[in-house]
């Protein structure tokens, strides 16, 4: 078996868990107490037109018949329509996702640049006031909510510097790239702690491996010993860490693009949970879901390729 | 020459606290004080409105300054250590006791126990933590007892996937098989000879984890969906004075720099458990 | 006798501890001779890798190297860092115990070849390539041309250590140092790995040092062997003359110790006591708080390495024994 056999079965595990993902969220919406009716047709709804509304949302099937529906209209991109928008929720978080996408992986972007040099420093610099200011920084950030760092940078920043935009995203790639700077860097910081906190760990580690001695016994350049040698090895832990916190990531969004009064899904769902807007929440929880099982693949493949040792895991 | 002292090993002094435990204990031991007697340390009621003296930055009357109603900050930030020193221990509680039970039985029983386990992890991660809890506030409505449901219903994984994973390394250790020979019950094996080796990354977790608990219900405290206006709380503090940072900074400020310290107190606190708690050889 | 090509003068390595100072090699003197395989024996902790280590100066902080590394009419303590890198695989060369974990998990074992050459020789793109087949095919490995895409743990344990001795001769070197390269290996793989050290050493002309704790790899390859104790060379001789006549206590104990190379049996005596703490070494002989020769006169003070060459033994030989005259007398190796 080759590694990417490996990957071929991790992709087919996730197949199942996806399913009792959606039984679950099926469940929830029609089992959990909170009456959506209600929702869609106000308090003083009479039992003619709860009946009837009923019959035309499929809800007076038998359920097995209903999940089937809400399967098939899934696959077919069908997630319903929102109840205060009157919109498809397909259409809906097809025209947010591209903004909170870009959020996401600018975050992720800067968290690794913020984390992978640091970790470096910290240690090859390890006890000395470098170390303990870089530690130090990232265990106060860690302890620091979201909403918190993001209102502190849009205050300073923002409002009094006028270094960046108080809001929006702008239009072109550069534009994203300015306006979104600030909401990118209070989303990624928490990651880039952890990462930081992690990559520095497995550096040590690796450092006292004896493969780094026999690369310098090679007479290679340090520069190539670290950037090679120790990088590659230490980032191996370092990305399932990465890929099991894009989850983090994602429900940060929703924080962040809330602060930020930024359009993305994430101000989708804390506005539809406001709204009470049913088909939207249960739209959006199984597209999060989605989205966290393909990062999952995505780590499992970049590690296949970073370790070669992994079909013996 | 010091060769005679090196050469007898001495027992080493006894061990002195280490520094991040005592400073742990100092901040919790705090947070803890304002959360039992904050009539007591607070000099102002935090929902009296006083509009004489609204807006004012930080002075000796006002050692937080006030905010838009006139309401004392730091009267206000001592009742939220009430309040959110709850949630540390209500978003976390039943998840480590849970947790261990669920952890210490699929470790120990392994095979189908296990791999149902697994299986509840897989589709438990699938959801960012974050929404899972959104989620679940939606559908129960905002508040803090819905909150607490919600983070229980998904917290108890984390402390489940530790022990169970101490258990499992435990289990091979001579005295389980000494104790499985003795004829002793599974209960007792694992509640009386398992568990206490296998808790220790568990109670250190723990402490880490109620600081997330913090950061988590002032969250959704800032976003509307945890503790409800006027309550004192952290989060709702910050989001009360979001509109005024610019000009009235502390409103926000202030609470802001609490939970900050809370988390890095209870982070200290985990660290110097973990210290304290590690085996030496 | 031609001149030496490497000679160590007073080397010391320390290590500034929180427990103390240990000093791991402890003024050692040596020299090479051109084309020469030098056994470097000893227990484990007597400082016999370190000492290779500090040859190339690769021994990690805290630890610090002084004296004097003679290397073809340089000092290598005193060049820069980037002028060591060139003599660092390139004009000598480093072998390891455990060939797992000194290569690197996650890297092809062809591209852990090509960053030497690349490092040491003008070579590159398909040169480069070719050189690195000659390489895996001159140890002997089966169709090289396929293996350069594989990865360590897709090699056996004798393989593995035979790609690394192609890695350390990938740019000609003039000295392998070699620590333990076979430790870790079966009893015939161990045999083959040291054939073919050997006639490596001889098709490109090596001088080798082979550090090992092993005293019948010692006899099956080395012409010469210094016995090093608790970081000091205890004795020097041909390798011949030391097992016929040990001429240092310790050396001695150590032949009585294990099995003889012959197959005539006989009860093995260990050495008594166990090997001192380098933080806190006796005044005199290291190894006199173990020794059944000892006298006063040992523990008053450190004797040095002398010349105890004769007309009898042409060669030179060295012991740091006092006591080396009644070894000769008595105390024959019991085989």
């Not at chain 1, 490996?6 to 959990?32: D, G, K, N, S």
């Not at chain 1, 800067?110 to 984390?115: G, I, P, S, V």
Request: with cysteine.
């Amino acid at each position: 078996m080759n590694r990417w056999s490996y990957v071929l079965i991790r992709v087919l595990q996730v197949i199942p868990t996806f399913f009792v993902v959606m039984v679950l969220v099926f469940a929830a919406a029609r089992l959990l107490p909170g009456d959506p009716l209600t929702a869609i047709l106000g308090e003083r709804a009479t039992e003619e037109m709860v009946v009837k509304a009923k019959h035309e949302l499929g809800l007076d099937q038998p359920l097995p018949v209903q999940f089937w529906i809400f399967l098939k209209d899934f696959f077919q991109g069908n997630l319903g329509d929102s109840i205060n928008l009157k919109v498809p929720v397909t259409r809906l978080i097809l025209e947010r996702m591209p903004v909170t996408l870009f959020l996401t992986l600018y975050a992720a972007v800067l968290a690794a640049a913020l984390a992978i040099p640091l970790a470096f420093v910290a240690a090859l610099r390890k006890d000395t006031w470098a170390d303990n200011l870089i530690r130090g920084v990232f265990q106060l950030g860690l302890s620091m909510p979201v909403f918190y760092i993001g209102l502190q940078l849009l205050t300073l920043l923002g409002a009094r510097l006028r270094w960046f935009p108080v809001g929006g995203y702008g239009n072109t790639f550069g534009e994203h790239l300015y306006y979104l700077f600030l909401p990118a860097l209070t989303l990624g910081f928490n990651l880039a702690a952890i990462l930081m906190r992690n990559l520095r760990a497995s550096i040590l580690e690796v450092l006292q491996a004896e493969y780094v001695d026999f690369a310098r016994a090679k007479g290679l350049r340090p520069s190539l010993i670290l950037g090679k040698h120790v990088l590659r090895n230490a980032l191996i832990s370092t990305v399932t860490l990465f890929g099991l916190n894009i989850g983090g990531l994602i429900g940060g969004a929703v924080i962040t693009e809330t602060v930020f009064a930024i359009p993305g899904v994430g101000r989708l769902m804390v506005d539809s949970i406001f709204g009470r807007d049913y088909p939207v929440i249960q739209g959006l929880t199984l597209t999060f879901a989605l989205l966290v099982s393909l990062v999952f693949i995505l780590t499992d493949v970049i590690h296949a390729q970073l370790d070669p040792r992994v079909e013996a895991a | 020459m010091a060769a005679p002292a090196l050469l007898t090993v001495k027992p080493r002094a006894r061990r002195r606290l280490k520094p991040s435990l005592v400073a742990g204990l100092v901040i919790i031991g705090a947070f803890v004080l304002m959360a039992l007697f904050p009539q007591v340390i607070a000099p102002y009621s935090p929902t009296a409105f006083d509009y004489q003296a609204v807006l004012q930055g930080p002075t000796a009357k006002h050692l937080f300054g006030t905010d838009n109603f006139g309401r004392d900050v730091f009267s206000r930030v001592v009742w939220g250590a009430q309040l959110d020193m709850q949630i540390a221990l209500f978003t976390t509680l039943f998840p480590f006791l849970f947790g261990t039970l669920i952890g210490a039985l699929t470790g120990y029983y392994g095979r189908w126990a296990d791999a149902i386990f697994g299986r509840v992890v897989d589709i438990v991660v699938t959801f960012p933590f974050l929404v899972l809890v959104i989620a679940i506030v939606a559908v129960l409505g905002p508040g803090l007892k819905n909150m607490y449901i919600a983070v229980s219903a998904v917290g108890w994984i984390t402390y489940g996937r530790l022990i169970r994973a101490e258990i499992r390394g435990q289990k091979r250790a001579e005295y389980a098989l000494a104790g499985q020979v003795m004829g002793y019950t599974p209960a007792r094996i694992i509640f009386r000879h398992l568990l206490p080796n296998a808790i220790t990354p568990a109670i250190v977790y723990w402490m880490t984890d109620m600081a997330l608990g913090i950061l988590l219900g002032s969250s959704l405290g800032y976003l509307g969906l945890g503790a409800q206006p006027p309550t004192a709380e952290w989060g709702v503090l910050i989001a009360d004075g979001k509109n005024f940072l610019a000009t009235a900074w502390w409103i926000s400020t202030f609470p802001g720099l609490a939970i900050t310290l809370a988390g890095v107190g209870f982070s200290l606190l985990g660290d110097g458990l973990a210290d304290l708690l590690r085996p030496r050889g | 006798m031609s001149e030496p090509i490497l000679k160590l003068n007073n080397l010391c390595t320390v290590f500034h501890t929180a427990r103390g100072r240990f000093t791991a090699v402890d003024g050692v003197n040596l020299e090479l001779f051109p084309g020469e395989v030098l056994g470097l024996v000893g227990e484990s902790g007597s400082g016999k890798s370190v000492t290779l280590r500090s040859i190339l100066r690769l021994v990690r902080p805290p630890g610090r190297v002084s004296g004097e590394v003679r290397w073809r009419g340089r000092n290598l303590l005193s060049l820069s860092e980037p002028q060591m890198r060139q003599v660092r695989g390139g004009e000598i060369s480093m072998i390891f115990q455990e060939p797992m974990t000194a290569l690197n998990p996650v890297l092809p074992v062809g591209e852990q070849i090509a960053e030497t050459l690349r490092e040491h020789t003008e070579l590159s793109g398909n040169a480069l390539r070719q050189r690195a087949i000659e390489l895996l095919e001159l140890v002997g490995i089966p169709s090289p041309k396929e293996r350069l895409r594989d990865y360590p743990h897709q090699f056996s344990g004798g393989m593995r250590q035979r790609v690394m001795i192609a890695i350390a001769l990938a740019s000609n070197p003039k000295l392998l140092l070699a620590d333990e390269p076979t430790t870790a290996l079966d009893v015939t793989i161990q045999d083959q790995i040291l054939k073919l050290l050997l006639r490596l050493k001889d098709t490109l002309g090596m001088s080798v040092i082979l550090v090992t704790h092993d005293l019948g790899v010692v006899a099956q390859t080395c012409e010469r062997v210094a016995v090093m104790y608790a970081g000091r060379i205890v004795e020097v001789a041909p390798a011949a003359e030391l097992f016929a006549q040990p001429r240092h206590a310790y050396t001695l104990g150590l032949l009585n110790s294990v099995p003889g190379a012959g197959s005539t049996r006989r009860p093995l005596i260990p050495i008594p006591g166990a090997p001192p703490d380098l933080t806190a070494l006796p005044p005199g002989c290291s190894f006199a708080p173990r020794c059944a020769f000892a006298t006063d006169e040992c523990t008053a003070q450190r004797p040095p390495l002398m010349d105890i060459s004769g007309p009898e033994s042409p060669a030179v030989r060295l012991t740091a024994c006092i006591h080396h005259d009644a070894l000769s007398a008595a105390g024959e190796v019991t085989r």
